[in-house]
């Protein structure tokens, strides 16, 4: 008693956190531009967790019920409870391959219309009907936006929220300090820009061609005894001696090399992301 009267004393020295920890800051908001990349908007990180709840326990029935091995079971759906997230962020790093072709053009197409005499607000707008199809929605929704407001900085927030994407952050905030400070550069920026945009996809789509096929037989050699293992677990008697204290640690080491061995090969394998440094 004595003991939890002084640790009741010394914990109310400390004032709670208002706000979530760091890790879980990142974690939601990695997650938050995963979504918008991915083209799921709609979806909340919140109701990406309920689906991940979901997804791992409708898998954890189905394998107890044709298994009757609660352990395997539970693999299953840990597996299974991480699809979702696996599923946005590989949908995100598709369309930011795709987008990674395209953002030159964006760029050349905001360069013409700038030289041709058009405002930065119209060169913007006429994007969503002559840009890259892609990213019509969001240029699109930038014009209707800055037609019912009239303020191009809250405009151009917003865009840059849309899109959610490094190299959009960089074009809004060049396009936002030109638009306050003024200046001739911004043609000669624009073409810089593209310039770089195009050798950077170059450089980073043949890294990832060398890349993909030792990738994918990582991948393969990962998941192979997990499938065997599911193969198993359609069988009569072969799963009793997962129900065993040894055939529980046999899962728990292999679950755990399994998890090293992948995000090792991710670590070793990774090329640089770009980081959302404007936000």
Known sequence: MAGLGAFCVWWSCWVP?????????RWTTGLEDALVQAGVRSVSVRSLVVLCGGAGLGVFAVVLLVSAAPWIALCFGLMAAWGPVALVRYRAERRRQDLREVWPEVVDNLASGVRAGLSLPEALAQLGERGPEQLRPAFAEFGEDYRASGRFADSLSRLKDR???PVADRLVESLRITREVGGSDLGRLLRTLSTFLRED???????EARQSWTVSAAR???AAPWVVLAILATREGAVEPYNQAEGVLVLAFGGAASLLAYR???????????QRVLR
Request: aromatic share 0%.
């Open 163 to 165: 899109l959610a994407d």
């Open 201 to 207: 996809a170059r450089t980073r789509g043949e890294l």
């Open 17 to 25: 956190d208002a706000e979530p920890r760091p890790a879980v800051r």
């Open 220 to 222: 393969l050699a990962v």
């Open 264 to 274: 090792l090969m991710l670590r070793i394998g990774r090329l640089p992301v770009e």
